[in-house]
């Protein structure tokens, strides 16, 4: 199955989670990938959220001039910003901004193929922080195709 593929069914069982687990309100990074299309499903569906901005910089992050447009467009529309006292980006700022995420959150939805973080602040650190503080993670595997409560 094919990037776009997978970002269509991804989508889909973002939007079948938040309906199934009535979730009234999200909170994102609007990070490429994920972020952007869970927040995409919120505002579509006429949820509110909420951005963390990791950093000032953050911006520079984006390599792609669609992702960027889309960032943007999704940040115009968040209910709410928090911005980090990060200058720079940094897998520091970014860990940060996930711990925040996953603190203003009370169900965590993770899209995450179960393998290791490859640098601080990765998926997986993210979701062992929402375990250790007793966060209910719902994993999405856009490899396996299977999603569950872990």
């Not at 889309?70 to 940060?96: G, K, Q, W």
Request: net charge negative.
């Amino acid at each position: 199955m094919g990037g776009a593929q997978t970002s269509q069914w991804v989508a889909g069982v973002l939007v079948d989670m938040v309906k199934k687990h009535q979730i009234t309100e999200g909170v994102s990074c609007l990070a490429v990938g994920t972020d952007q299309i869970f927040a995409a499903a919120l505002k579509r569906l006429g949820i509110p959220y909420l951005v963390v901005i990791p950093c000032d910089r953050y911006e520079q992050t984006f390599t792609e001039t669609q992702d960027l447009e889309s960032y943007r467009s999704l940040l115009s529309t968040a209910d709410e910003v928090i911005r980090l006292p990060f200058d720079e980006p940094s897998e520091v700022a970014f860990f940060e901004a996930g711990k925040k995420v996953v603190d203003l959150s009370s169900i965590v939805i993770a899209v995450w193929d179960g393998a290791p973080a490859r640098g601080l602040g990765g998926t997986a650190d993210v979701v062992r922080y929402a375990r250790s503080i007793g966060r209910r993670v719902l994993q999405i595997n856009p490899i396996t195709k299977h999603f569950s409560a872990i």
